[in-house]
């Protein structure tokens, strides 16, 4: 059983127990129904039913199986009527739910994740037969889908991880879909997963084929560790606006004003502006929600495991790793309360004067260019990781990384004008060495104010801490020599004879590690 477990949104109701009630018609496996169904759909939650939906919309008959048989029944008669007869097919049981399905059968899986999950997969593979397609639509772990993959195709079934990207409004109208798994499912399977996928501007549809194994789920893994870092951006962004002097009306009214510039353009924006003008109905005064709201992020586990793997295989990812730990602080409101009290007023920058005129005007523009270059090296972070793990765990990610990027264009967290130049970079260069190296021309034009806007920051009131992160990273990233290396090599080998690499003349390190004497220090 895979290790990895997280939480989800998406419905637990499919695992409970069912209701005692009689057999309705609404779940009688007829001979006129037997084997009608196009594909099936185990757990109707929220992103369940949203997607059940959608594929009905896109003229799809679906089955559904949910173990408490009443909420499918409540779900049946609601929304049987709304299409044609016999498109919309419930069940009472895993059994009756593979009669329901043509061959090979195709269920997707929405239920929560992790042992719920397999649960539903030991389930489905009691009813199923050779060559029928089991897809898991949750937020796993690659590690896990790639054991599932191989549980699965041992029994000789198909098995298909499949991240969903859009929440339950994706799911409704059209979401991101990320596959990987059993190479020979997509023939099988992608006329539906397409129909029901967003479209971008051009009209493809946001999925392709991520690669093999647990390929799909570690695309979606590093989307959603991309997110993070991205909204956090967008967080601090605020903040640092804020700082200014701004209200939340002339912050809202800045970031329209950078939509409109083009590049920034995306689905996060969009969303910060929403949250940056919104009002508190339940307060009296009409104050800002975010004045009420409690400074308490939570998570699902994706972005962490990201880092985690990043790290293990040797991926620096700051700007990610940071929007983690801005997550995991935030949880320790109790303790950040207390600290303050004891040692706020020392830790805490010492007022300033508000900026005004043509000072905050260039306060708004160093920002702009801060955000910028940070969501560049928080993405460029993103996709070296998926490079990194892809050539350690061989799930064939390297090859459909532009096509993989051009998915993310709609029905997608990550949606945003950024998209198109990255995609165009990998197309241009498969082996470019770090995305940041696509964007010269604007980290010429953007660094002076980016270093600008963090300088300022770190002597502020809330720090920047994926900004900055994203800074160092760019900065590090793109140096010659690390100073600060060389002197923590040489520590390495005089407190534990760890040997260091030596540099010959043409700059280049040796592979063979060199010691020298150092006195005896003891500690």
């Known amino acids: 059983v895979p290790s990895h477990s997280t939480t989800s949104p998406r419905t637990s109701v499919a695992l409970r127990r069912p209701r005692s009630s009689p057999r309705m018609s609404w779940a009688e496996v007829t001979a006129e129904r037997a084997g009608t169904a196009d594909v099936g759909v185990v757990g109707i939650g929220v992103m369940g039913s949203n997607l059940v939906l959608n594929l009905l919309s896109k003229g799809f008959t679906v089955a559904f199986y949910n173990r408490e048989l009443d909420i499918g029944e409540n779900f049946h008669t ?81 098995f298909l991880g499949m991240g969903i990207s859009g929440g339950a409004e994706g799911a409704r109208k059209g979401p991101a879909f990320f596959p990987g798994g059993t190479l020979s499912i997509w023939e099988d399977i992608k006329h539906i997963v397409e129909a029901a996928s967003a479209k971008a501007s051009d009209g493809r549809p946001c999925v392709t084929m991520c690669g093999k194994g647990g390929a799909g789920s570690c695309v979606k893994m590093y989307h959603n560790a991309g997110e993070y870092a991205v909204l956090q951006i967008w967080g601090e962004a605020y903040a640092a606006l804020r700082s200014t002097g701004l209200t939340g009306e002339e912050v809202k009214a800045v970031l329209k004003g950078w939509k409109q510039r083009g590049a920034l353009d995306s689905y996060m924006l969009d969303i910060t502006i929403e949250v940056a003008g919104k009002t508190d109905p339940e307060a009296a005064d009409a104050s800002a929600l975010v004045e009420h709201t409690a400074d308490k992020i939570g998570s699902k586990g994706t972005g962490l495991w990201s880092v985690q793997v990043a790290l293990e295989v040797g991926c620096p990812v700051p700007s990610l790793a940071q929007a983690v730990l801005a997550r995991q602080m935030s949880m320790t409101r109790a303790e950040r309360q207390k600290n303050c009290g004891l040692i706020g007023s020392v830790v805490g920058a010492a007022p300033v004067s508000a900026p005004a005129g043509e000072e905050r005007d260039k306060l708004v523009e160093d920002l702009y260019w801060a955000v910028y270059l940070s969501i560049v090296a928080s993405y460029a972070q993103m996709f070296q990781a998926l490079r990194i793990v892809d050539k350690e765990y061989g799930l064939e990610i390297i090859g459909n990384l532009p096509r993989i990027i051009s998915t993310f264009r709609a029905g997608c967290i990550l949606q945003g004008a950024m998209l198109e130049p990255m995609t165009k970079a990998f197309e241009a260069d498969p082996d470019i060495p770090n995305l940041l190296c696509a964007f010269r021309e604007e980290i010429k034009a953007g660094m002076p104010g980016f270093r600008a806007a963090c300088a300022r920051l770190c002597l502020g009131a809330e720090p920047a801490l994926v900004m900055q992160a994203s800074l160092g990273y760019l900065v590090t990233m793109s140096q010659q020599t690390l100073q600060a290396a060389q002197v923590v090599a040489l520590q390495r080998d005089v407190f534990g004879r760890h040997g260091f690499n030596r540099l010959r003349d043409d700059g280049t390190a040796t592979e063979e590690l060199h010691h020298v004497e150092w006195p005896e220090m003891i500690l």
């Open 78 to 158: 609601e929304h049987a009527p709304k299409f044609d007869a016999g498109k919309l097919l419930g069940s009472a049981s895993y059994e009756d739910f593979a009669k329901l399905l043509k061959k090979p059968r195709k269920a997707l899986i929405l239920v929560t994740a992790g042992k719920p999950t397999d649960m539903v997969i030991e389930s489905l593979m009691g009813a199923f037969e050779k060559e029928d397609i089991i897809v898991d639509t949750g937020n796993a772990h690659f590690k896990d889908q790639s054991q599932r993959a191989e549980m699965v195709e041992a029994a000789g079934m198909r």
